[in-house]
Structure formats: structure tokens, C-alpha cells
């Protein structure tokens, strides 16, 4: 039985499988331009985040109806169910749907078919995390939260994602103004590839509660502290930033350091399709190459409950934070 984990870091476009990209491509009558999914699979090297990027926004092509989002997302909870996920926080990109003519409400109520049912049918509760692209404009941001207002009993929190450099968060400002008064909570990728500056702005002018990534914070020894103090959840993505190159392999991975510094840090799959594993993949390939003992898994566990968006169903998250006690290493 694996260890129960809360995965906060996941695109659920991420975990589009070659295998169910060519079946979608096929019923919904689009041509890939790949041969067959041992090709597409070859084109999986990424030299970076934006090359990574290309290919995760082309292979989106392939959904375009609610029975493909609900297909997307009862495949992907039924593989964390497998690997011990029992609350899954699952981002959703809607601007890059809207932008090919699938509306909001196409991805909602798809993605809702298998959310809705997912505590019944998989054992994992789930919330859903709407980002904004922060290659787009604050006016396109501004008008996806306009245009998700119908559907705000289905989304938990905003974030922010795709291309950071460039795109520091205070551009986007006013539109996490307008979430938090909607009620919405707020996360934001922030110090992936961008600077620790952008950490200190996601926090100081976004206002959010978790920093997705987080990983160059260790650049900043006055941010660590800070992060330290404030108990910021960081949602560190391991196999993630390997394959797009934010650190040389996973045995250079600083999340031990990171650790070792008391950083309340959370292990996650980020686009596990494209990245060579999914959550329980995930903490095991880091704990094997940093020789984590069974006391940082476990507190690894333990942050990954207390850093989710709980606050509705505390009895769940108690629920959940005594399987983590409970759990025996095999
Ligand atoms: N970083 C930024 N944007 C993203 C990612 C990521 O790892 N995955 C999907 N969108
Ligand atoms: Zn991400």
C-alpha cells in the first residue's frame, strides 16, 4: 500500500497519455502529427520549459469535448488513486481551451463528470485550481475570471502558469484582487525558472497561500527565512525539474537542502504524461536518489494535507493526516 499523499501541483492537460491523445485525436476526427505514440513519446525531450510548453499546448488539440476533459480526468484519478493520492488540487488551463473555440463551460462540466463522482469512485477527493496564462494579457486573465463566474461553486482557487521569465506576477495584479473578493484562494508558479523576485511578488502583491515550485528561493537566504517563518507551502515538482532542466538530475535535486532548511515543502507530478511519473513516482525516485528516511516521506505526506485546500471538510483532512500517521513502511 502506497503512503497517502494530497497532490497540489497538477495540470490535468499534463497527463494527457499518448495512448488516450490518439484515441481522442481519432474520435474527434483530428490528425496528429506524429506516426503513433512511440513517435510522440520520442518527441518528450525538452530543452526547457518553453519547449516543453510547445508541445503540451499542440497536443491539447485533440480535447474538445466534455466527455474528452471527463475521459482526461477519470484516467488521471484513477492512476493517483493507484499510487495513494487521496486529495488531488488539479489546475486546468482554460484560456488555452477558449483560445481553439472550446468554451468554459465545455471544460468545466467535463472535467466536473469526473471530479463530481471522483471521492465515490476513486476514494480522492478533489478541488479544482483555475490558471490564468501569464504569457497572456491581465485583460485575457481578466476575462476568463469573468467568463468562470457562472461556475465559481466549482473552483476553489486561481493560479498562475506557463511561461514565467518575462512575465513577473504583479501583472496580474488586478485579476487576484478580483478572485480573493470572489472568495477564490490563490496559488502561483513562481522561482521555476524565474527569479526569487517573483516568489516575494506572488506573495506580497498576489497574495497567494502556496508557491508552485519555489525551487529558486534557495538563491535567497533572507526568502528562505521568510518562507520558513510564514509556513509557505512550496509545491516542489521533482521528475519535473529534471526533464525540463531547472536542475541537472535528480540526485542534485535541493529538495533535501530545502528540507534541511525548514521549508514546508510538498512532492508532486506537474504534467506526470510528459514527465515520466505520477505523485507516488515521484516521492519515490527523490527519496531514492536523496536517501530520504521514512521520517521526511512522512513529513513530505503530512505537508501535502496541511498545505491543501481543506479548510471546508477539516474532519477530511483529519481523516486523511491519521492514514499518515498510521502508515507502516513496507
Ligand atoms: N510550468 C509552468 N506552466 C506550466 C507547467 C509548468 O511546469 N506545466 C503546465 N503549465
Ligand atoms: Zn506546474
Redesign the pocket.
Given at each position: 500500500m502506497p503512503l497517502p499523499k494530497a497532490e497540489l501541483h497538477l495540470?490535468i492537460?499534463?497527463t494527457l497519455e499518448p495512448d488516450l491523445a490518439f484515441e481522442l485525436a481519432a474520435r474527434n476526427g483530428v490528425t496528429l502529427p506524429y506516426a503513433d505514440t512511440d513517435a510522440l513519446r520520442e518527441a518528450y525531450l525538452f530543452a526547457d520549459?518553453q519547449s516543453?510548453?510547445d508541445l503540451?499546448y499542440a497536443l491539447m488539440a485533440v480535447l474538445r469535448t466534455e466527455r474528452d476533459f471527463e475521459d482526461l480526468a477519470s484516467a488521471y484519478l484513477a492512476r493517483a488513486a493507484a499510487q495513494g493520492v487521496r486529495h488531488a488540487e488539479i489546475?486546468f488551463?482554460p484560456q488555452a481551451h477558449i483560445a481553439r473555440g472550446v468554451p468554459m463551460e465545455t471544460v468545466v462540466e467535463g472535467l466536473w463528470r469526473a471530479l463530481g463522482p471522483s471521492a465515490e469512485n476513486h476514494g480522492v477527493s478533489t478541488r479544482l485550481i483555475m490558471?490564468f496564462l501569464r504569457d497572456e494579457s491581465a485583460e485575457s486573465a481578466l476575462a476568463t475570471l469573468d467568463a468562470a463566474k457562472p461556475f465559481l461553486d466549482r473552483i476553489t482557487a486561481v493560479g498562475l502558469?506557463?511561461?514565467?521569465v518575462g512575465h513577473p506576477p504583479a501583472k496580474f495584479r488586478e485579476v487576484y484582487e478580483a478572485a480573493a473578493a470572489l472568495g477564490l484562494r490563490r496559488v502561483a508558479?513562481a522561482g521555476?525558472?524565474g527569479p526569487p523576485a517573483y516568489i516575494t511578488e506572488a506573495l506580497d502583491v498576489l497574495g497567494v497561500e502556496r508557491i508552485?515550485?519555489g525551487l529558486r528561493c534557495m538563491e535567497d537566504p533572507a526568502l528562505v527565512e521568510r518562507l520558513v517563518r510564514e509556513r509557505v507551502p512550496l509545491t516542489v515538482?521533482p521528475l519535473?525539474n529534471v526533464r525540463?532542466r531547472a536542475v541537472a538530475n535528480l540526485a542534485d535535486h535541493p529538495l533535501a537542502a530545502m528540507l534541511d532548511a525548514g521549508l514546508m515543502c510538498t512532492v508532486n507530478s506537474?504534467?506526470p504524461a510528459y514527465f515520466g511519473g505520477y505523485a507516488g513516482d515521484n516521492l519515490d525516485a527523490v527519496g531514492l536518489a536523496l536517501g530520504l528516511g521514512e521520517g521526511r516521506l512522512r513529513e513530505l505526506a503530512r505537508n501535502s494535507f496541511l498545505a491543501s485546500f481543506l479548510e471546508d471538510d477539516e474532519g477530511l483532512r483529519a481523516r486523511y493526516l491519521a492514514e499518515v500517521e498510521a502508515y507502516e513502511f513496507g
Amino acid at each position: 500500500m502506497p503512503l497517502p499523499k494530497a497532490e497540489l501541483h497538477l495540470h490535468i492537460e499534463g497527463t494527457l497519455e499518448p495512448d488516450l491523445a490518439f484515441e481522442l485525436a481519432a474520435r474527434n476526427g483530428v490528425t496528429l502529427p506524429y506516426a503513433d505514440t512511440d513517435a510522440l513519446r520520442e518527441a518528450y525531450l525538452f530543452a526547457d520549459l518553453q519547449s516543453f510548453l510547445d508541445l503540451y499546448y499542440a497536443l491539447m488539440a485533440v480535447l474538445r469535448t466534455e466527455r474528452d476533459f471527463e475521459d482526461l480526468a477519470s484516467a488521471y484519478l484513477a492512476r493517483a488513486a493507484a499510487q495513494g493520492v487521496r486529495h488531488a488540487e488539479i489546475f486546468f488551463d482554460p484560456q488555452a481551451h477558449i483560445a481553439r473555440g472550446v468554451p468554459m463551460e465545455t471544460v468545466v462540466e467535463g472535467l466536473w463528470r469526473a471530479l463530481g463522482p471522483s471521492a465515490e469512485n476513486h476514494g480522492v477527493s478533489t478541488r479544482l485550481i483555475m490558471c490564468f496564462l501569464r504569457d497572456e494579457s491581465a485583460e485575457s486573465a481578466l476575462a476568463t475570471l469573468d467568463a468562470a463566474k457562472p461556475f465559481l461553486d466549482r473552483i476553489t482557487a486561481v493560479g498562475l502558469d506557463s511561461a514565467e521569465v518575462g512575465h513577473p506576477p504583479a501583472k496580474f495584479r488586478e485579476v487576484y484582487e478580483a478572485a480573493a473578493a470572489l472568495g477564490l484562494r490563490r496559488v502561483a508558479h513562481a522561482g521555476e525558472e524565474g527569479p526569487p523576485a517573483y516568489i516575494t511578488e506572488a506573495l506580497d502583491v498576489l497574495g497567494v497561500e502556496r508557491i508552485d515550485h519555489g525551487l529558486r528561493c534557495m538563491e535567497d537566504p533572507a526568502l528562505v527565512e521568510r518562507l520558513v517563518r510564514e509556513r509557505v507551502p512550496l509545491t516542489v515538482c521533482p521528475l519535473s525539474n529534471v526533464r525540463l532542466r531547472a536542475v541537472a538530475n535528480l540526485a542534485d535535486h535541493p529538495l533535501a537542502a530545502m528540507l534541511d532548511a525548514g521549508l514546508m515543502c510538498t512532492v508532486n507530478s506537474d504534467d506526470p504524461a510528459y514527465f515520466g511519473g505520477y505523485a507516488g513516482d515521484n516521492l519515490d525516485a527523490v527519496g531514492l536518489a536523496l536517501g530520504l528516511g521514512e521520517g521526511r516521506l512522512r513529513e513530505l505526506a503530512r505537508n501535502s494535507f496541511l498545505a491543501s485546500f481543506l479548510e471546508d471538510d477539516e474532519g477530511l483532512r483529519a481523516r486523511y493526516l491519521a492514514e499518515v500517521e498510521a502508515y507502516e513502511f513496507g
